[in-house]
């Protein structure tokens, strides 16, 4: 899919996409630099979209290391799997609710999220924000990309510590959310 058509496919499913452009690199890279991908053993993306996360996520992780990605759009994770075709990602087309299906007891270091909570049900935004936080090991964080500062009282329900940064290199601005 060229990168026309992966926006044409964001702007034709606004009421579960959320935004009308994808991750710029340097939110990307503002997102990444709260993590030590490169020492992690099982990374969770939620939200893969256009694989713009998937791709800064993918150019730190080792090749032993896992990597599974939660994606509702068909066209999507299409695209993802051609994108990312190693042994180590798991494109897994399916709602980030059912992360603890996929995850059978497995302890994750970092959740990295672009989902639009603002548009995703009460009962689906309590369930995955429960096992994302169930799944995390110890020292693990779930990290969130979002456009409203409004949504840390919402992580404040399931996390203690949380850290906000902003960054004005991403149209729109945006904030970068780092839960522990
Ligand atoms: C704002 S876009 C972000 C895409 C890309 N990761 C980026 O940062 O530009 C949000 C993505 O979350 C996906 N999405 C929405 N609800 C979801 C859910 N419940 N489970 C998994 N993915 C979901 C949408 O299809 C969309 O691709």
Do not use: W
Not at 64 to 75: K, W
Not at 78 to 96: G, L, R, Y
Not at 100 to 124: N, Q, T
């Amino acid at each position: 899919m060229s990168k026309s058509d992966l926006l044409l496919e964001l702007y034709s499913n606004l009421s579960t996409t959320g935004a009308l452009t994808f991750s710029s690199k340097a939110l990307v890279n503002k997102m990444l630099s709260y993590t030590d991908i490169a020492n992690a053993k099982l990374v969770v993306e939620l939200g893969g979209g256009d694989g713009s996360i998937t791709q800064g996520i993918m150019d730190r992780l080792s090749p032993d290391a896992e990597l599974m990605v939660f994606e509702i759009n068909r066209s999507f994770c299409d695209a993802m799997e051609k994108q990312f075709p190693m042994p180590n990602v798991q494109i897994i087309c399916d709602s980030a609710e059912n992360l603890e299906l996929y995850l059978k007891g497995r302890k994750v270091d970092y959740v990295l999220s672009s989902l639009p909570f603002s548009l995703i049900s009460k009962d689906a935004t309590d369930q995955i924000l429960y096992y994302t936080k169930n799944s995390l090991n110890e020292k693990g964080k779930f990290i969130q990309i979002c456009y409203s500062y409004l949504l840390k009282k919402l992580f404040g329900k399931y996390f203690s510590k949380i850290e906000t940064k902003f960054t004005m290199r991403n149209l729109p601005p945006a904030f970068v959310m780092i839960c522990h």
